[in-house]
């Protein structure tokens, strides 16, 4: 992989026609390291948010052992990149090969359910093995976070009990987890979704040996600035103790965006302008998924050092020939911005470099690392805490 400096380095020395993704493995160990230190119990690194191997071996030599998978071609990856590393099946849906595969092959003993039926599949696949890990997973509100996860995954409150009880008959250790949502923009979504987790281990009278308070740790947008992350592990720490749980109870969380959304930046090349309007030639098909299709906003900047012009409200077309391939933005540019122009879209780590596709033929482009900082850092030492009773009243 090429070396630069940064985003303007690259374009001076290669003036590239293709997007080029940007490495900042700097920036990814800073996320773990941060994580394994701070965080209360142990961090998971949710592998879907960014499955790059190069990633994967950061987080790793930055004391990030276990990795949550989400299907069999994680587990295969994650196995043949850190042949070392703890794998925990964390998808509530899956098929019994992909199970089998996962249980006598890559030595995975954790996995997440949220049915009986799941339930049954799991004992089925491993040959009713006297080793699982189980962990039920519950729903809970996404009312917090920016993106939704409250729909699909998770048993009700008046089905866990019995689910609970039903698991701890097979599985050696049991464990229960949520997901607030993506992008928690308040440490209170992980009270509400303890909250919950007391009630059900209350109603299932069963020895709980983990918690697993999931992802949906925040990184930091325009239009999104989150609390310190160390407001979200000591309420999650408090309320964590605070539950009628095995006095040896782990504490886990499983965090993607928090980890990685640093790790990446995308090189772009305005190919037209019409009016506040750039084509640009990456977009809703490419690393740009969520600037499309949830309307998120990402930093942006000009690399042609001499446009001067006032900042100025613009919107992207991504170079496929679709309508859709379109980010309202709003993009912060100067106006005087013109085609042949590069701009630099930052914080796209966490489902943004993952997302590409080569639909319509594109979804090309240089990976280069560079050794300047992200655009934004929730790790930098530049984010202060707050006084101590902005967290307090949360309770
Ligand atoms: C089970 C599970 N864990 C962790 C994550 C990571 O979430 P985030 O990127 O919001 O931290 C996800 C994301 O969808 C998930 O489904």
Not at 9 to 38: Q, S, T, W, Y
Request: aromatic residues 10%; charged residues 25%.
């Amino acid at each position: 992989m090429h070396h630069h400096l940064d985003a303007p380095a690259v374009v001076r020395a290669l003036a590239p026609d293709e997007p080029v993704i940007l490495n900042r493995p700097h920036a990814a160990a800073r996320a773990a390291r941060f994580f394994v230190e701070k965080f209360p119990g142990k961090t998971l690194y949710a592998v879907k948010a960014n499955p790059s191997p190069d990633l994967l071996k950061v987080l790793w030599a930055s004391g990030v052992t276990h990795f949550d998978v989400a299907s069999i071609a994680e587990v295969r990856l994650v196995r043949a990149t850190l042949p070392e590393a703890t794998l925990c099946f964390m998808h509530p849906v899956k098929t019994a090969r992909a199970i089998r595969e996962a249980y006598f092959e890559h030595g995975v003993k954790t996995f997440s359910l949220d049915t009986h039926e799941e339930l049954a599949k799991i004992v089925e696949a491993t040959d009713h093995a006297s080793d699982l890990r189980l962990c039920v997973r519950l729903r809970v509100s996404s009312e917090y976070a920016e993106l939704s996860l409250a729909s699909k995954f998770g048993c009700d409150l008046t089905e866990a009990g019995a689910l609970l009880q039903a698991t701890r008959q097979v599985a050696d250790w049991l464990g229960v987890c949520f997901h607030v949502g993506s992008q928690a923009m308040s440490p209170f979504a992980y009270v509400q979704a303890l909250d919950r987790v007391r009630a059900a281990i209350a109603d299932a009278s069963v020895v709980i040996d983990m918690i697993d308070v999931g992802g949906g740790f925040p990184s930091v947008y325009p239009g999104m600035e989150p609390p310190p992350l160390e407001d979200y592990f000591e309420i999650i720490h408090r309320h964590f103790y605070a539950l009628p749980i095995a006095y040896n109870a782990e504490l886990w969380c499983e965090p993607g965006r928090a980890l990685c959304a640093e790790y990446n930046s995308l090189i772009v090349k305005v190919e037209k302008r019409r009016g506040d309007e750039l084509y640009i030639n990456d977009g809703a098909y490419g690393a740009l998924y969520d600037a499309a299709h949830v309307a998120w906003r990402f930093p942006v900047r000009c690399l042609n050092g001499d446009r001067a012009g006032e900042a100025t409200a613009f919107s992207f077309y991504g170079p496929t020939c679709d309508d859709a391939d379109f980010m309202e933005g709003p993009f912060t540019l100067p106006s005087d911005i013109a085609a042949g122009d590069y701009i630099e879209i930052g914080m796209l780590g966490a489902y943004g470099a993952a997302m590409r596709t080569a639909f319509n033929g594109f979804g090309q482009g240089d990976v280069i690392e560079v050794m300047d900082e992200p655009m934004a850092s929730l790790f930098d030492g530049s984010r202060q805490r707050e006084a101590r009773d902005n967290v307090v009243s949360l309770r």
